[in-house]
Every structure is written in structure tokens, then in C-alpha cells.
């Protein structure tokens, strides 16, 4: 694997620009969780002229739905979910100034390029690794939409979380790339 | 007849949950090792270092494996010669599912498919009875997440498909499903019966274990022929590129329809959880 490269966020134009697609990361300082239903609410504010829960500039928004977390921890098990549902409203976060999306699997075409177009990363977390990654959640707090329970957006303070670069802000893909390499028909 | 109160089934189930969410099995894990030795890309053997590091922190007991802890299916055989008494065998099913998920810091993913409200506790379990001979109920507890079970298919093929045609459905179904079902996958897959037969041969097949062959020599070949098929898409762990794209391929064959020939794939991810005990 690359040599790990450290980001703290919030992140710069500068600091997504340096990254290509397979260098791994590890991500210090605060990053904020949602999934589909919480990106749905927050697109429905965006369309209605209202301000969001949480100021997405800079940031990083990890797709996450963490298990209850045991007396005495930050968290449950935290582990990325599937991005594609996230796809319909990852642009419109992406325009608002969010430099980094966490999750796993693969991302709609329009979402790859508004990457290039806005200077941000899809970073991919180790699926089913939920154990390993909430050890690097130090602090979490819910921050919005309670009600959705583990889909409500929490404010994460996390040291080191390692993750990997899928598409960088040039329009490459390591799922493509990846595959590529090692496909023997 | 022998008399089975439901009292005993809730502890039974509670506890077949909690440890399918947090003790993978040993086949899963050698499955791990033998990747970490032979994948051709660096970055695919961190991964499995990783997968294997993470089962092994989930088996203190602290955090479950994957957050997503599943819906839970209940394969629940019932001895002919067992009557059950003091309750409802759904009730206390779904008891030990409720009981599960609450105790066992468990994340609970049901929900109503319109509302999307969660229905707050991880119930209904998703139940498949069999009443099968003798005066025991085997229960089956898998925790299937979302996130693989996306990328399953069922595809009624025409009969002139033939083997190539099983096989190229599965191969091209794991090639576009990627990386979203978190690769290495294992994979299982219905072949006969009717449309919601082959499904349910599908889940069943995944009840096997990593390198548990078809007692079928024919079909276990062809267990084989699509597993390596699959791990030449290079697709790898996490889809990031790499030779260890599927972990296993379990096949379950019944007669079907002389106009039919149907076919399901249930994806599974590398957390392929399963526990069973018998009562």
C-alpha cells in the first residue's frame, strides 16, 4: 500500500487537489455522519431556501448508521455503508462547499464528475471492518434528527481513521483501475 | 410427543443472534488467511489483514463485526413428533430477535418499506419453517445486511440456457454488483424449484461453510468453475482490485419446471454470519 498521507479537516482545495486515487489516509479532526434519510431531509431544506443542520464547507461526510454504542463508548461498530443511495444528493452537498465523502461501492458517473468539477474525494472505508474503524471514533454526539436514530447525523471527532482514495478530483477510479490490474480474462 | 415451551426458544434465539453478529466463524477467518498468503495486490492483502484484525476485535465481545447487524432470518426446523406449548412459536421467535438486538447493542435496521418509520426493536424475524422427522426444533440464525442482499437476483433463464448460461448469470451479476457487496464475497445460489423456491435455496446455501463442497461431485465442479471464474474479474477485496474477489460459491439444486429453469444468487458479504442450535 502507499505511503499513508495525513489530512486534518476541515479540508482545502490544496489539500484534495495532492491526492490520487489508491493512496490511503489518515483522517484527523471532525467529520460528520449521513446516510439516505438524512440527505434527503437536508436537500429538502437546500430546495426550500433554508439553512442546513450543519455547515458542510470543508468537510468530510461519512455514510455510517453505527451500532448502539455500549456504556462507557463513543460508539457502536462504525463501518461505511453502501454510497450509491447517497448518489441523488451527493452533487447538490458537493456545490455547498463538502470536500469528502467516506463509504464503500461504487459512484454514479454525475457524483465522479462533480468531483472533478467542485475539487473533492470519495474515500472508501473497509466494509464490514466496523470493529477496527470505531476504534478510531473518539467522540460522538448527535447533531441532527434524532428521531432517525443510528441515521441521525452525528458530529465524530476521530483520530487516524484509515480509509483509501476511490475517485479523486482528476476523474479516476480506483474501482476501475483496481480491477483492471489484476483481471485475468 | 415431546412437549417444547416456548420459554425455552427466546434465550435460544437471543443468544444465536448475538453470537452469529459477533464470533465469525473459524472458516471465514482461514478463508482471510489464505488470501493474506496468496492475493497478487499489496493493497488487497492490507484489506484481509484488516478483515481479520476486525473479527478478531469483535470477538471480545464489545463491538459487533459489521454495524450492520442484519435483518434477522430464522431457518427454524420443527420435529414432526415436538408439540409446542405455552405460546406462540412466532411470538417467541420474534422475542428472541427483540431481546437480541436491545442486550446484545445490536443496530436495528426494519423498517416500514413505505414510511421507511423503523419499526424500533428489529422485528418481524424473517422466518422459513420446515417440519422435518424427529422430536427436535433446529434453529438457524443469519443476520443478512442490507448492503449484499442489494445485489442479489432472482432470474427465471429459459431451460436452452443450460450450465453456461447458470454460470455466465452468476459470474456477470458478481462482476456488476463490484465492490458495493463488500468483497470477498460468498456466494449463494438457488438453481431449480419454483420463483420463490430458488430464492429461499439461495439463502440455505449460505448456511454451508467456506470450502464445504456439493456432496454432488457434478455440482461441485461447478461450485468451483464459477469461484474461479469470479476471482479472475480482479474485482478484489473491497472492489480495490485483486484475486480474492469471492471467498466460496454454494450451490442448492432441485427439480424445476420442464418450461422453467430458475436461478437465484444471494450475495453474501465476507462477514458470512450464521449460528445454529438445536432444541
Known amino acids: 500500500m502507499a505511503n499513508e498521507i495525513r489530512l486534518k479537516t476541515p479540508l482545502t482545495d490544496a489539500d484534495v487537489d495532492k491526492l490520487k486515487i489508491g493512496d490511503k489516509v489518515l483522517i484527523t479532526g471532525v467529520i460528520y455522519t449521513g446516510r439516505d434519510a438524512a440527505h434527503k431531509r437536508m436537500i429538502d431544506l437546500i430546495n426550500q431556501g433554508k439553512e442546513l443542520p450543519i455547515d458542510v464547507k470543508g468537510q468530510i461526510i461519512y455514510y455510517v448508521g453505527p451500532t448502539p454504542a455500549r456504556p462507557g463508548k463513543p460508539i457502536g461498530s462504525a463501518g461505511p455503508t453502501t454510497s450509491y443511495r447517497m448518489d441523488a444528493y451527493a452533487p447538490k452537498m458537493m456545490e455547498l462547499g463538502m470536500k469528502g465523502m467516506i463509504g464503500k461501492g461504487n459512484r454514479a458517473p454525475e457524483v465522479i464528475a462533480a468531483m472533478k468539477k467542485y475539487k473533492a474525494i470519495y474515500f472508501g472505508a473497509t466494509g464490514g471492518a466496523g470493529a477496527v474503524l470505531a476504534r478510531s471514533i473518539k467522540k460522538a454526539k448527535v447533531v441532527a434528527y434524532e428521531d432517525l436514530g443510528p441515521e441521525a447525523i452525528h458530529r465524530l471527532e476521530v483520530e487516524d481513521f484509515p480509509a483509501v482514495v476511490i475517485n479523486d478530483t482528476k476523474g479516476n477510479d480506483l474501482y476501475v483501475e483496481g480491477a483492471k490490474k489484476y483481471r485475468k480474462d | ?279
Open chain 2, 1 to 279: 410427543m415431546r412437549e417444547v415451551h416456548v420459554s425455552e426458544i427466546v434465550p435460544i434465539v437471543k443468544k444465536l443472534l448475538i453470537d452469529a453478529n459477533y464470533k465469525i466463524g473459524q472458516d471465514i477467518v482461514d478463508a482471510f488467511d489464505k488470501g493474506i498468503q496468496k492475493d497478487e495486490s499489496p493493497v488487497a492483502r492490507e484489506v484481509l489483514k484488516e478483515l481479520k484484525q476486525n473479527v478478531g476485535i469483535s470477538a471480545e465481545g464489545e463491538y459487533p463485526i459489521c454495524q450492520d447487524t442484519g435483518l434477522a432470518v430464522l431457518f427454524v426446523d420443527i420435529g414432526q413428533d415436538v408439540h409446542i406449548v405455552g405460546g406462540n412459536i412466532r411470538e417467541a421467535l420474534n422475542e428472541g430477535v427483540r431481546q437480541a438486538y436491545k442486550d446484545g447493542y445490536l443496530r436495528k435496521s426494519s423498517c416500514d418499506p413505505f414510511t421507511r418509520k423503523n419499526t424500533g426493536d428489529n422485528t418481524p424475524a424473517i422466518v422459513h419453517y420446515d417440519i422435518v422427522p424427529g422430536d427436535k426444533i433446529r434453529i438457524m440464525a443469519v443476520p443478512k445486511g442490507g448492503g449484499a442482499e442489494n445485489m442479489s437476483r432472482v432470474h427465471m433463464l429459459a431451460p436452452s440456457a443450460g450450465v453456461e448460461g447458470i454460470k455466465d448469470f452468476i459470474v456477470n451479476r458478481m462482476k456488476e454488483a463490484g465492490s458495493n457487496p463488500c468483497p470477498p464475497t460468498v456466494v449463494g445460489v438457488g438453481i431449480g424449484g419454483t420463483f420463490e423456491r430458488t430464492a429461499i435455496l439461495a439463502k440455505k446455501a449460505l448456511l454451508r461453510k467456506v470450502g464445504e463442497r456439493h456432496p454432488d461431485p457434478v455440482i461441485a465442479k461447478l461450485e468451483q468453475e464459477v469461484l474461479e471464474r469470479i476471482n479472475k474479474l480482479g474485482i478484489g477485496p473491497m472492489g480495490y482490485g485483486g484475486t480474492t474477489t469471492a471467498l466460496d460459491v454454494f450451490f442448492e439444486v432441485e427439480p424445476c419446471h420442464i418450461a422453467s429453469l430458475p436461478l437465484a444468487v444471494n450475495v453474501q458479504c465476507h462477514a458470512n454470519r450464521h449460528k445454529e442450535a438445536t432444541i
